[in-house]
């Protein structure tokens, strides 16, 4: 068992940089923990955590095992967060911006599909993940008119919706919204 510990231990102390957001409280508080799968690393920090069904999450000292669909999100140490949300793993585009932005790849699984790109939102960080497309935007956001006003004039279609504006370092999206508070 202490030896067990002490493989846990090393683990994780090679992969401080990474770890995982337990609440979407810690996540908006920038409070993350280190953790591993608990086996020697082959591969990204991050990769090895999803492709376990248990994690060691180091808190304070102490380590404990956790069920992997139980956190709310994974950050490697690139800086890429990952949200785990009803068995499916999303990558974040804009972590510190209100209206949060995903992307899912899904791989082509026969000769002949193409690599496609599926984008979704959350209203903010404790919100449900939807797929981002005028209507769940809109339905998302009933209760403010002046930004339903103006996503009807900006954007014509769903894949206006996850354009970057280059010169304010931020997602159209979230522009509109800051503008329609």
């Known amino acids: 068992m202490i030896g067990y510990l002490f493989t846990v ?37 991050e990769e090895n955590v999803m492709n376990s069904k248990y994690i060691f999450v180091n808190q304070m000292g102490h380590h404990y095992k956790m069920n992997a669909r139980d956190v709310y999100a994974l950050r490697s140490c690139e800086g890429t967060i990952v949200r785990i949300y009803n068995e499916g793993y999303y990558t974040l585009l804009n972590p510190g911006e209100t ?50 006003k103006a996503v009807e004039t900006q954007f014509r279609t769903d894949n206006d919706l996850y354009a970057y504006d280059n010169s304010y370092k931020c997602y159209r999206l979230n522009r509109v919204y800051s503008a329609n508070k």
């Open 9 to 45: 231990s090393t683990a994780i102390a090679q992969i401080e940089c990474s770890g995982v957001y337990l609440t979407a409280n810690d996540f908006v508080a920038g409070k993350f923990l280190p953790a591993t799968d608990g086996r020697p690393r082959s591969g990204t920090a």
């Open 99 to 148: 209206i949060l932005l995903y992307l899912v790849v899904c791989t082509p699984v026969s000769k002949g599909h193409v690599l496609t790109r599926k984008y979704y939102f959350s209203k903010d960080a404790a919100s449900e993940i939807e797929d981002l497309t005028l209507d769940n935007l809109k339905a998302a956001f009933r209760d403010n008119l002046a930004f339903d």
